[in-house]
Structure formats: structure tokens, C-alpha cells
């Protein structure tokens, strides 16, 4: 059974400029969830997707925004990027309702 | 306000010992509790998790003990090896309004000496 997967493994941006992430569930999950990953702050919960709806979102400004897919796979944009952006995001999924949580080996993203 | 905390930050520990890793919550609104492994470079793996239920649960060389009263819990890793060398995160996953999130502690960084 694959995994979840996301792309790409390594994005290098500048200031100001927008970010898009990917992440394609586990077969059968419908739900997924958007991490950030930064060095000194540990993991940080951004958004929560499910059904095609964002559920929950995190304690992150508006310019961190995505969507879901009616395949389920989903995108994380960060619009306006600033250096503290740089981080390792991390997409997991569950199944609806679930409690189990997987993630994906994470997208590396700069900020320069 | 970190809801989780994670201790100790870093771990030493020889091949054959047990490491223990310890975590505390403030929120009764967690309803699961979930340990991560993860290897530098890697997405965090899920190792073993328990609901608020259950006092402990063993799954091989991995135990989580949990005190709800204490509001407490624990990562027994026995017999360690090379292997294991990993910074291992707990969480707990909120319920009602804030339902599916995970919040994270800190983390360890076990390392097991051959």
C-alpha cells in the first residue's frame, strides 16, 4: 500500500513570492492535514481538509491557504513568503473520522 | 502556551537499556495520544498510541503508559538498539470543537550507543 506522497521534496523560493505544496493521501483517506515543521518550534498544526471542506486551521495568518481535491490529494499555498516560512511541511492523512494520523516525508521549503 | 510537554529534550542511552521518554497535558478536551518516530530527513512515522481509557499498552519493545489522573504519559522503549536512534514526539489529538488536530511536544533526540 503506497503511502502519503507530496512534492516537491524541495522548493527554494524568494521573499515575497508564493509556495505551492502537494500531498496525495493514502488510498481510501479522505481526510488530510497540513503541518509546518520549523527549526526551534516543533510541529505546528495548519489546516485540516476533509470531504473536499477545510475543517479546522491553525494558528497561522490568511496567507497560509489551501484546498482539497475531489481525488482527495491536496494543495498548501503561502502566498507573500517571508523567511520565516522556511520550514519542512508535512502532509498527513486518516481516514474519515479516523484517529490515525500518516505523514508524508515533507516538502523543504526556502526562503531566501 | 504549549499544550504538550515533552521531556527529556535529548537521550543517551546504551544498546539493551530502556529509554523512557515522558509527556504531560493541561487540555481534557485530548482524547488520543499518539507517538511519532522520526529519522532526520523523514516524515514522522507513527510508533504505538493509546486513548485516555486504557492505562498501558504494549506493542513489542514499545510500552505507553498513561495516568489519566496525573494527566501524564509515557514511552518505555526496552531492550534499545542502534536502531532506534531517533527524536521521538508525543501528541494528543484534540476532540469537540478543535476535533482532529494533533498538538506536539517538543521532542527527543534518543541516541543508543552500541
Known amino acids: 500500500e503506497a503511502g502519503v506522497t507530496q512534492s516537491p521534496t524541495h522548493l527554494i523560493k524568494t521573499r515575497g513570492q508564493q509556495a505551492t505544496l502537494r500531498c496525495s493521501p493514502i488510498?481510501?483517506?479522505?481526510?488530510v492535514y497540513w503541518y509546518q515543521q520549523a527549526l526551534g518550534l516543533g510541529l505546528q498544526f495548519l489546516l485540516w481538509y476533509d470531504e473536499g471542506e477545510e475543517r479546522n486551521r491553525g494558528n497561522f495568518p490568511p496567507r497560509f491557504s489551501g484546498r482539497q481535491f475531489p481525488n482527495y490529494s491536496s494543495e498548501l499555498n503561502v502566498n507573500a513568503l517571508e523567511l520565516e516560512d522556511s520550514a519542512l511541511y508535512l502532509c498527513a492523512s486518516s481516514s474519515r473520522l479516523g484517529y490515525e494520523q500518516f505523514f508524508g516525508p515533507g516538502t523543504r521549503l526556502t526562503v531566501l | 502556551q504549549q499544550q504538550v510537554k515533552q521531556s527529556p529534550q535529548s537521550l543517551i542511552v546504551q544498546k539493551g537499556g530502556i529509554s523512557i521518554i515522558n509527556c504531560a497535558y493541561e487540555n481534557t478536551a485530548f482524547d488520543y495520544f499518539p507517538w511519532y518516530q522520526q529519522f532526520p530527513g523523514k516524515g514522522p512515522a507513527l510508533l504505538i498510541a493509546?486513548?485516555?481509557?486504557?492505562s498501558e499498552k504494549k506493542e513489542g519493545r514499545f510500552t505507553i503508559s498513561f495516568n489519566k489522573s496525573a494527566k501524564q504519559f509515557s514511552l518505555h522503549i526496552m531492550d534499545s538498539q542502534p536502531g532506534d536512534s531517533a527524536t521521538y514526539f508525543c501528541?494528543?489529538?484534540?476532540?469537540?470543537?478543535?476535533?482532529?488536530?494533533?498538538?506536539f511536544g517538543q521532542g527527543t533526540i534518543l541516541t543508543v550507543h552500541p
Open positions: 501528541a494528543a489529538r484534540w476532540g469537540g470543537t478543535s476535533y482532529g488536530k494533533l498538538t
Open positions: 488510498s481510501g483517506h479522505t481526510s
Open positions: 493509546i486513548r485516555p481509557d486504557v
